[in-house]
């Protein structure tokens, strides 16, 4: 059964940074595509930072790239975004999301798992 748990949301002031973390199930990370995705109030939930299992090139949305920062750590089991210079426009329900046959392994789309999410609010 595959389980996602993210951690480490909430409010942050413009211009700085947060990491949420996400624990998955076992052998997801050998396996798996995994991401980030996040919906915000009144818009569709989007991917923005996601690592293929191929592990090429880390795919981000254009509205993070260069501020956010996927990673994984395999033995200890989690995936990381790290986010920089925050906007009020990021605040938004984080999800941690995983798909052992991503439909397009070059999108960071359409995921089959998610977590429960962790809201992330970035206002003065």
């Known amino acids: 059964q595959v389980q996602l748990v993210e951690s480490g949301g909430g409010l942050v002031q413009p211009g700085n940074s947060l990491m949420i973390s996400c624990t998955v199930s076992e052998f997801t990370l050998d396996y798996y595509a995994v991401g980030w995705f996040r919906q915000a109030p009144g818009k569709e939930r989007e991917g923005i930072a996601c690592l293929t299992q191929s592990d090429k090139t880390p795919i981000y949305a254009d509205s993070v790239r260069g501020r956010f920062t996927i990673s994984k750590d395999i033995d200890k089991r989690m995936v990381f975004l790290q986010m920089n210079n925050l906007k009020p426009e990021d605040t938004a329900v984080y999800y941690c999301?995983?798909?052992?046959?991503?439909?397009?392994?070059?999108?960071?789309?359409?995921?089959?798992?998610y977590g429960q999410g962790t809201q992330v609010t970035v206002s003065s």
């Open positions: 999301a995983t798909d052992p046959f991503p439909e397009d392994p070059d999108k960071c789309d359409g995921y089959e798992y």
